[in-house]
């Protein structure tokens, strides 16, 4: 019987039988007692051991990290707005903060006012009501101020200022790769990242930076994902340039 001590890190499958029976540690036996209902395969001597992965539709396939994730993981149905917050081009964090106001888990104050109704709760920017998605994004005077000044930037004179319509909009729009599609969305995820984090930054940390720095920060992080994307010589990519203000020297368009 092998012990468990004497299992080397290179020990193969042929190591663990013997006789047509599984040569388990006495210790393995008794504190698992499934690995008596596993089946002892039939080697053959010529073929080296390797790992496979028998996937949910029960074929034989190479084991990897990726295979055993999509196999366990759940699936839900795919929504509508999938594309307006995931995409090849967005900025991962602002991403993240983006589908946690989509999917209702942001902790905003009209959530907290159901679990403390005794509290009065009051929106750090207007002070007129207490916030919530729709609130911040964007009909809050504060962040409708920021939001207005930022669509100046993506031509967007057509996107809505009120958090459904928006949803709605960015849904209904063709072609999401098109240039300025993507710079769209790009600036609307920056804009809820920056007011989020500045709410959170008045509440928590008493800090208070005003809407023409918040903007600005929204602007500036855009344009340094812009710059490091490719975009092919075009009209379009001409108009970006000039409303980002992105000379060659910054940014090389690709061939």
Not at 122 to 133: A, L
Not at 175 to 185: A, D, G, T
């Amino acid at each position: 019987m092998i012990k468990a001590a004497q299992l080397k890190e290179n020990a193969t499958v042929a190591d663990m039988i013997g006789n047509g029976e599984w040569k388990w540690p006495t210790e393995w036996k008794e504190r698992i007692v499934e690995l008596t209902n596993v089946v002892v395969p039939n080697l053959e001597n010529q073929l080296d051991d390797r790992l496979v992965w028998v996937n949910k539709k029960g074929v034989e396939t190479k084991f990897s990290v990726g295979n055993v994730w999509n196999d366990t993981r759940e699936y839900g149905n795919k929504v509508q707005w999938a594309k307006m917050v995931w995409y090849t081009q967005c900025i991962p964090s602002h991403a993240f903060v983006v589908w946690l106001a989509m999917r209702g888990r942001l902790n905003t104050q009209d959530k907290l006012a159901k679990w403390y109704p005794e509290n009065e709760f009051e929106c750090v920017f207007c002070k007129n009501q207490s916030d919530s998605v729709c609130h911040l994004f964007f009909y809050c005077e504060y962040s409708s101020w920021i939001w207005k000044e930022v669509k100046k930037k993506v031509k967007g004179s057509d996107i809505p200022n009120e958090w459904e319509k928006i949803v709605t909009w960015f849904i209904n729009s063709k072609c999401p790769n098109k240039v300025w599609n993507v710079v769209q969305r790009l600036v609307f995820a920056a804009s809820v990242y920056w007011i989020w984090r500045e709410r959170n930054s008045r509440i928590f940390k008493k800090i208070v930076i005003p809407k023409e720095t918040i903007k600005e920060k929204i602007v500036e992080c855009v344009k340094l994902r812009i710059l490091s994307l490719k975009f092919k010589q075009c009209t379009t990519y001409e108009e970006l340039k000039e409303n980002w203000e992105i000379n060659m020297a910054e940014h090389r368009p690709r061939l």
